[in-house]
């Protein structure tokens, strides 16, 4: 039936079906070991008061890891990914790394609510309220059958003056996943990698 002649009802079911195609079928494909990291702005809450940083600010002139969970305050990001990159903090400046940061799909205060809870003091929080960073990453998933919404597919990466050095992906990224591995982007793994190539590089 042409697109005049049909009813309201009908024309807003048309239109609510291409656009969901549309975006089914325009990701963001995820981003590559030797690509820059997206160039966003990042909205903090320090002292109060609402400030902005870019990604220039976090990655330029600095070697640093970058993990990326579910949400603030889950199970396995709190029993065991945050807490265990913290207790390591120190192991990574030793091998060379600037600093570290903890980036999620959740506004400034729950990441500094999350941050006070788990006591942490060395690890950067860094909240990607509005997903951009998440976004362009290739990393944002669905998660409506947990009652999150949009949220990072769990990830870890060594950024080196803002390009992707290495990435580590867990596996069955998708929407509305039934479950959250967590095997790839432990501390120890990233920690292993950041140690090989502290020994490449003292051999050649």
């Known amino acids: 039936m042409p697109l005049l002649g049909r009813s309201f009802p009908e024309f807003g079911e048309l239109m609510f079906n291409i656009f969901k195609k549309k975006e089914s079928t325009m990701e963001v494909k995820m ?3 030797q690509y820059q990291v997206p160039q966003v702005q990042f909205v903090f809450r320090e002292n109060g008061e609402f400030v902005t ?4 600010e976090l990655f330029d002139e600095k070697r640093v890891v970058l993990f990326s969970l579910p949400g603030a305050f889950t ?3 709190s029993s065991y990914q945050l807490p265990g990159f913290e207790e390591k903090y120190d192991d990574f400046l030793g091998l060379g790394i600037d600093d570290i ?3 999620s799909v959740n506004d400034g205060f729950v990441m500094n609510a999350w941050a006070q809870d788990q006591n942490i003091k060395n690890v950067k929080l860094i909240p990607d309220g509005n997903a951009y960073f998440t976004r362009s990453m290739g990393m944002l998933v669905n998660k409506s059958n947990l009652g999150f919404g949009d949220r990072s597919w769990r990830y870890a ?3 080196d003056n803002g390009v992707i050095e290495k990435l580590f992906v867990e596996a069955g ?4 996943a039934d479950t959250d591995p967590y095997e790839t982007t432990t ?3 990233v920690f292993d990698y950041v140690k090989s190539t502290v020994r490449e ?3 050649v």
Do not use: G, L
């Not at 940083?53 to 220039?56: E, M």
């Not at 990224?173 to 509305?176: E, I, P, T, V």
């Open 31 to 33: 981003r590559k070991e």
């Open 101 to 103: 940061y903890c980036i």
């Open 157 to 159: 990466m060594v950024v």
């Open 53 to 56: 940083r870019t990604s220039s």
């Open 75 to 77: 199970p396995t990001c």
């Open 201 to 203: 590089t003292a051999t």
């Open 187 to 189: 501390p120890e793994v």
């Open 173 to 176: 990224q998708r929407d509305n």
